[in-house]
């Protein structure tokens, strides 16, 4: 994995908006294209253009989009075998904690579904993975996308156990424990696929902190056996793969709600480092855990991991000023060590295919301020005089300031000719007055 050498390299999440070229053919509510081959070559040219965006803006670590699957989690169960979806079985949907009671009214306003429920995912066989197919085909639209452009490196998302089936009952295996890997055994097929194939791996899990809430009110102890498990059944899928080639992202929810129910970091953060990541990416632009940069000052980042802090969030509309992302990467910097961080964001900016957090062009605006905000940074962490351009950066400013450079130091010696040609002047008319004084004596 890339590290933040001599500048502070940049990255984000991963779910990026779906073009209209895409969500015509099939989307998360549409359900699948009704011309596959069509899709699966729209899906190719939206990946190439948008890794092309990616380099352009200046992005440093980039992906597809998440384009070649219909959501963040939900997409693993077209495939793993041993699921059946229940709509007629709705159940709760405890990840998002009391914030469903506290602000009901909000939530029935812009999040109905929440109130009603979601259907049963109901395990009822074996946990298999059925095939790769799917896998390499985003595997393959990535790699030939990144074969264009010049950055520093691709990855590429999947979901972790704990936010596999998330809405999920398991009516097959003995004890949850063996359910549990049983789900990790499947998603093990899906990372070595992206390892092998010499992407960087992000393995994404929201609901390891969206359950907190809903646990911790039963029994703190239930959500930390909860967890730890799911952790232990992660690591068991992570086994082989190098540290150094996986990033392991937390979030608290993407989702517009006052967010008053989420985890605290420092509750959770013993679990996210027992992760065999070499990186954690996780929240720390958005008004509710900004401030949880401190918890990194009595937590040590273990030796060789990189932390990859959200200094820019899909949380908001308001564009980020490069100066707020400089402030937010130094201070980590100061924490962990300039060479331990890369900035990053919140979330990604389309969970699902048919949702956008923002507008697009509020979000390319946002990596706009990331990547300079991460220019800015690295000039104060490396004192330079100036840090080294991005891919997006164009050299008329660099010619600029060396022409004013030139400008100013040829100013100064015009201004050293005058006033030594003013001192012979005045030496001059000092030799001249005293001549004239013994002349008239």
Known sequence: MKRSQDRILTTHVGSLPRPDSLLELSSYGKGPPRDPDEYARRVRIAVAEVVKQQAQVGLDIINDGEFGKESWANYILKRITGFEIRPSELRPLEWLGRDRERFGEFIAQEMPHVLTGSPTEACVEPIKYKDTRAIDQAIDN?????????????????VAPASTAYDGVNEFYP???????????????????????????????????????????KSPQRY????????????????????????YHVCFGSWHVPHISDAPLEDIVDLIVKVRAGAYSIEAANPRHEHEWRVWEKVKLPSGRILIPGVVTHHIVTVEHPRVVADRIVRFAHIVGRENVIAGTDCGFAQVDSIKRVHPKIMWAKFEALVEGARIASRELWGKGRARPTPHEPARPARRARTSRKAAA???????????????????VRTRT??????RK
């Open 142 to 158: 990535l790699k030939a996308a990144l074969r264009s452009v010049s950055v520093a490196e691709g990855f590429m998302t999947a």
């Open 175 to 217: 004890s949850e424990r063996d359910y549990v890997f049983a789900i990790a055994d499947a998603l093990r097929t899906e990372y070595l696929q992206i390892y092998k194939a010499g992407l960087v791996l992000q393995v994404d899990d929201a609901v390891l902190a969206n359950m907190y809430d809903a646990l911790t009110q």
């Open 224 to 247: 930390r056996e909860w967890a730890e498990l799911r952790v232990e059944a992660l690591n068991r899928a992570l086994q082989g793969i190098p540290e150094d080639r996986v990033r």
């Open 410 to 428: 040829a100013r100064t010696a015009r201004t050293a000719r005058t006033a030594r040609k003013a001192q012979r002047a005045a030496k001059a």
């Open 434 to 439: 005293r001549k004239a004084r013994k002349a």
